[in-house]
């Protein structure tokens, strides 16, 4: 886990051996993982229902031999290559090297006995980028007062920020808007679930449509994009530094509406936050999930947190007279 | 009447600036960008107040008011940005362009009534 931030990652674990659950429990809460075991006889459908992932930890033996096992493997390569997978090997069998055809499948694999290369895996593939702590609060911060601000009859929370490698696409509508500064390049994303928020808009007393709806919602999250987009600028990125020297490197997005899937064209791992917006009278809520994807650039030795004077200070919303 | 002309690429924006408006019995028109800020006024000779946004397509909000002043000749309409924006630089640009005053949204209604009761009222 990243020494810097309270981040987590969550991973799914394939494995049975219930003898071995304390101890993997305890290596996932002290590294900052949620894990999330499957029992099923369909992995990969309920692998569907997961799309905010970090890894997965497999058991050599969880579809019944290493074969079986390496079949799964390669079924959830197939569908999700961005979920990098760590094999546990068994004690006994751990000497036997795996076939070549494996090798495509995990990126690398330990032993209950030996958790090193599990620690090697998170370092390596989940918490491989270090976000520091100022922007991770600041973000959450901004971002509740941003939601707040529009969804005003509903409560807004924020869940503890995580890592994702999965590049599924929550939901049905999102957007999208670039960050540019000295210390970082690359996207925010505002995903959720066009019903869902419908639903609440329309529960709100007083929210005249003056537009079909779903423009209406599409131009609703527009905005609570744009807000937050500001407030981010504002408290981060300081727009008179070496605006001259800054990289104009672009690399193509490509979205697949069929499958729910968005490439940045880069393998890093995105920073992922979610929030609630609960509607306490009808008990009715939604989920907005927010990415902050770095794909050009991460510098996070140049991040700082803007200060602002006393003198400097208006509050949003208010009026500041020339 | 006095009529309030509010410059916004956001619908929901100029939704809801609109509706407080009305609420408080004022009247107001809108526009999308700077370019469509430019031909309302110069259609609309009762705007006396211009709340706009900076960051909107087409023209942003800064280079309509400097057009405001320049290419319309209009150095008395009052205009508030309302904006995301609070960076001191362009806050100086919009001084010496002539806005008025600066409100970072989300906005709050009584700073708007603020802003009309000390510019136009």
């Known amino acids: 886990m990243s020494s810097d931030t309270n981040l987590v990652s969550k991973v799914l674990i394939l494995d049975n051996a219930v003898e071995h659950f304390d101890k993997i429990k305890q290596f996932c809460d002290e590294n900052g993982l949620i894990g999330l075991r499957i029992h099923s006889n369909n992995v990969l459908r309920t692998l569907n229902s997961y799309v905010d992932l970090g890894g997965i930890f497999i058991a050599e033996d969880y579809a019944g031999t290493l074969e079986k096992t390496i079949e799964l493997a390669s079924s959830i390569r197939a569908s999700r290559p961005e979920l990098p997978i760590i094999l546990r090997r068994n004690v006994a069998s751990n000497a036997e090297p795996l076939p070549e055809k494996s090798a495509r499948c995990f990126v690398s694999s330990y032993t209950i006995d030996d958790l090193s290369p599990l620690h090697q895996f998170i370092e390596n593939y989940i918490f491989s980028v270090v976000y520091p702590n100022a922007l991770i609060r600041g973000i959450t911060e901004i971002s509740v007062q941003s939601l707040q601000s529009q969804f005003k009859a509903q409560v807004v929370t924020a869940n503890a920020p995580y890592i994702v490698r999965d590049r599924i696409i929550f939901g049905e509508v999102f957007s999208l808007i670039p960050l540019e500064s000295n210390w970082c390049r690359g996207y925010m994303m505002l995903q959720t679930e066009e019903s869902i928020l419908d639903s609440l808009v329309v529960s709100d007393v007083g929210i005249q449509y003056s537009q079909t709806p779903f423009r209406e919602l599409n131009n609703l999250l527009g905005e609570v994009t744009n807000l937050i987009w500001g407030a981010f600028k504002n408290r981060f990125i300081n727009e008179d530094i070496d605006r001259a020297n800054r990289s104009v490197t672009q690399v193509p997005l490509v979205v697949n509406h069929q499958n729910k899937y968005i490439s940045f064209g880069s393998e890093n791992p995105q920073l992922c936050f979610k929030y609630t917006l609960l509607d306490e009278a009808t008990g009715l809520f939604c989920s907005i999930y927010q990415w902050f994807i770095f794909n050009l650039d991460f510098t996070p030795e140049l991040f700082e947190e803007i200060q602002t004077t006393v003198d400097d200070l208006i509050d949003s919303g208010e009026l500041e007279l020339f | ?121």
Do not use: Y
């Not at chain 2, 916004?8 to 509706?19: I, K, L």
């Not at chain 2, 205009?79 to 362009?97: D, F």
């Open chain 2, 1 to 121: 009447m006095a009529k309030i002309l509010i410059v916004d690429d956001s619908s929901t924006v100029r939704d809801q600036v609109g509706e407080f408006l009305t609420e408080n019995g004022l009247d107001f028109i809108t526009a999308v960008d700077g370019k469509d800020g430019l031909v309302k006024l110069q259609g609309e000779p009762d705007i006396k107040l211009v709340l706009c946004d900076v960051n909107m397509p087409n023209m942003d909000g800064l280079t309509m008011v400097e057009k405001v002043r320049s290419d319309l000749g209009n150095t008395s309409v009052s205009i508030i940005m309302l904006t995301t924006e609070s960076n001191p630089s362009m806050k100086e640009r919009g001084k010496a362009a002539g806005v008025k005053g600066w409100i970072v949204k989300p906005f709050r209604g009584e700073s708007v009534l603020s802003a009309i009761k000390k510019l136009i009222e």
